[in-house]
């Protein structure tokens, strides 16, 4: 009786963590699935005079760019966190996928003049509420983390880890894909993070020769070294700078054109840093719009 009873326990057992790995390894396949086919624009909205966002002119234009994704920032604003939960239905009729980001505390309060509204730099709660609200509007995939290993004082392996372990306790299929720049992404970065992370946001400058927004010809070379450190299919987003970079300066249509063509073959999604103004900066808008019509 005793030796039926312990085989029967085992085989639960074994069963139990059979059960846990085939959840995990779903989960993984549904992330991965959710975040192929990513083309968009971040941030940079069209605002009411409220300061609200103008959600029936970023549609439209969103609509117009035939984008995939939509990233959007909790920054600069009070509204955005509720402006985010009216985006999201509304995008989720265009077949619009979205991402949020978050900025990390070089970016907060006091150092900054805003901070992410309400929850500022409780990210734990931060990727408990996008874990709540993914579950119910499914067109919520994954959030990021601005200036991730800027932040590393923060985001230790450690606290990332229960972040995330928050996150996915509520809805596993949710990813984090942190923003990482060329030069940070190390060896030790990856032994200490990989296995934490659904992906990496590269903003591409061309890092691996000197640093600029004039040189489109590194992202094939950037790219390939960045997936060598990690394990294989991670998937690797290249954030285009379209909107100046504050020590590079403002880069040109045609850089935007070239780096835009590179991306689509190398990396597996493109974003654009910032959303462009239609009226505003016509060429870029132009550019993005023909680059993700024609991919």
């Not at 083309?39 to 959600?55: D, E, I, K, Q, S």
């Not at 874990?131 to 994954?142: C, D, G, I, Y």
């Not at 230790?156 to 942190?178: E, H, K, M, W």
């Amino acid at each position: 009786m005793l030796q039926r009873l312990l085989f029967f326990s085992c085989l639960l057992w074994l069963t139990s963590c059979s059960g846990s790995k085939v959840h995990k390894q779903d989960a993984a396949a549904g992330k991965t699935q959710l975040l192929k086919d990513t083309y968009g624009t971040y941030g940079a909205p069209p605002r009411l005079a409220n300061g609200h966002v103008n959600m029936d002119q970023l549609l439209a234009e969103l609509k117009e760019l035939n984008v995939t994704v939509y990233h959007w920032l909790i920054w600069q604003s009070e509204n955005d966190w509720d402006d985010l939960k009216t985006f999201l239905p509304l995008a989720r009729k265009q077949h619009i996928k979205v991402w949020v980001t978050v900025v990390p505390p070089t970016e907060s309060k006091p150092i900054a003049r805003w901070s992410s509204e309400p929850y500022q730099m409780d990210y734990k709660r931060w990727a408990e509420e996008f874990a709540r609200l993914s579950l119910k509007e499914t067109n919520l995939v994954a959030w990021s983390v601005d200036d991730f290993a800027h932040n590393l004082k923060k985001f230790t392996p450690s606290y990332t880890d229960s972040c995330l372990q928050a996150a996915r306790g509520i809805n596993p299929r949710l990813s984090f894909v942190p923003c990482v720049y060329y030069r940070q992404i190390t060896p030790q970065f990856a032994a200490a993070y990989g296995s934490l992370l659904d992906g990496l946001l590269f903003p591409y400058r061309a890092e691996s020769a000197g640093s600029n927004l004039k040189d489109p010809s590194m992202v094939e070379s950037e790219v390939a070294s960045i997936r060598k450190l990690f394990k294989p299919g991670m998937p690797v987003f290249v954030d285009i700078y379209a909107t100046a970079h504050s020590r590079l300066g403002a880069s040109s249509p045609e850089y935007v054109k070239q780096v835009l063509e590179f991306s689509k073959i190398y990396a597996d999604g493109v974003l654009i840093y910032c959303h462009q103004d239609p009226v505003k900066s016509a060429a870029k808008y132009n550019i993005i719009k023909e680059g993700f019509n024609q991919r």
